[in-house]
């Protein structure tokens, strides 16, 4: 059974910066793409960031790009956001997700994912 289990979330200010974690379970980390994405209130659910099985491959939506990084550490089995110069529109429910199937690609679309954590909650004030 894959679990993933996100932390870090919080209350910052416009400007400060967050870490992110997500920490995965049940199988092989480091054999599956994984991705960041977002679901703000009234909105729907936004891919943020997403990285291939060994972090050779990286990709950030437009409007995080310069801001926000994500990585892995497959010995931790654990996934990353780092998040600066945050904006008052960060503001969401954080999610990690990974496939079923071993990949060498990167995915944005979320239908590409089989597994999801609960999130965890980015509040940015302005």
């Known amino acids: 059974q894959v679990q993933l289990v996100e932390s870090g979330g919080g209350l910052v200010q416009a400007g400060g910066s967050l870490t992110l974690s997500c920490a995965a379970s049940?199988?092989?980390?480091?054999?599956?793409?994984m991705g960041w994405f977002r679901q703000a209130p009234g909105k729907e659910r936004e891919f943020v960031a997403a990285i291939s099985w060994n972090g050779g491959s990286l990709y950030h939506t437009e409007s995080v790009k310069g801001r926000f990084t994500i990585s892995r550490d497959n010995t931790k089995n654990t996934l990353y956001l780092q998040m600066n110069s945050l904006k008052p529109e960060d503001t969401a429910v954080y999610c990690c997700?990974?496939?079923?199937?071993?990949?060498?690609?990167?995915?944005?679309?979320?239908?590409?994912?089989?597994?999801w954590g609960q999130g965890t909650q980015v509040t940015v004030s302005s």
């Open positions: 997700a990974t496939t079923a199937r071993p990949s060498f690609s990167i995915y944005v679309r979320d239908l590409r994912y089989d597994y």
């Open positions: 049940g199988r092989t980390f480091s054999n599956y793409a």
